[in-house]
């Protein structure tokens, strides 16, 4: 018998608060990518997340697959991100095309988890992207594109490794782990680029994004693709640059363009075909 993942009903809570904070931190992130974003940076998220949640947990799990995990979702994945953007000439493109994951997702999901995939639910999945894309254009395509869309294809990976492998780990042990271990992959690459500025705004805004991103937002992604599966917590990531506008305006005053807000708009309207009862995901 098929396994179907029905619309979120009583997860609704918790896969709200995981967009709203990676929202939040991404409209932070801006300002913060303004003062010189290195992996340097990424070294500090990744320590510094890592040390809270094991504080408040005081354990790891520890083991091989879990190693897998942080590098694929975690190590390599922030490694491609920088790279991506620090080689383009549109550094808004290359953000964006990270978010490519859902889109090869879908396709992993079929390939490797047998599942299939409601023509609603694909077709949601791509207007979701086109409205991300369409929000910063398309321009100056290049090498730091490439390392995007790899970095997209590495997080679709993690997604559903940890979906296979990981999906009874405790999600606050098994977090704190990763974030440390991938930091010993972070860190000799950081040396390539490595800026040592005592800026009190970029310390700040540093430890802001290591809380919310890394520690907080990390751990209510993988509840959420634990307990509404990888494609529709995939495709809803696609939510994160759209609220990012949104807490830009409230936390800090910037207005969205035009192709911010219309990008936006086909974006919301991509994601809620992905979660109508007609979308629903069954087993092969």
């Not at 395509?141 to 009874?168: E, H, K």
């Not at 010993?184 to 009190?200: A, C, E, K, Q």
């Not at 609220?243 to 192709?259: D, R």
Request: net charge positive; glycine share 8%; aromatic share 10%.
């Amino acid at each position: 018998m098929g396994v179907t993942h029905d619309c979120v009903t009583e997860t609704d809570p918790q896969f709200i608060r995981a967009y709203c904070v990676l929202g939040v931190s991404v409209s932070y992130h801006k300002d913060y990518a303004e003062l010189h974003v290195t992996l340097r940076d990424s070294l500090i998220r990744v320590l510094v997340g890592g040390t809270i949640l094991f504080l408040i947990t005081r354990r790891l799990t520890i083991g091989v697959k879990e190693s897998v995990s942080a590098l694929l979702n975690i190590g390599i994945f922030l490694i491609l991100l920088n790279l991506g953007i620090q080689y383009s000439s549109n550094p808004g493109l290359a953000s964006t095309l990270i978010y490519t994951q859902p889109v090869f997702v879908l396709i992993l999901s079929r390939l490797v988890l047998k599942e299939r995939l409601n023509l609603i639910q694909v077709l949601g999945t791509v207007i979701a992207f086109v409205g991300i894309v369409s929000a910063v254009g398309v321009t100056d395509f290049n090498i730091g594109s490439v390392i995007a869309l790899a970095g997209g294809l590495t997080w679709a990976l993690g997604t559903i490794y940890y979906r296979v492998n990981l999906r009874d780990r405790e999600v606050m042990s098994l977090n704190a782990y990763m974030s440390l271990f991938s930091s010993l992959f972070i860190f000799p690459v950081s040396l390539l680029d490595f800026h040592l500025t005592l800026n009190p705004m970029g310390i700040g805004l540093a430890l802001l994004v290591s809380v919310t991103a890394q520690a907080l937002g990390f751990i209510l992604w993988f509840n959420a693709v634990r307990t509404i599966g990888p494609v529709r917590a995939s495709s809803a990531v696609l939510l994160v640059p759209v609220s990012s506008y949104l807490f830009s305006l409230v936390l800090l005053g910037e207005i969205p363009t035009l192709p911010e807000a219309l990008g936006s708009a086909i974006t919301l309207l991509g994601v809620f075909l992905t979660f109508l009862p007609g979308a629903s995901v069954k087993r092969a």
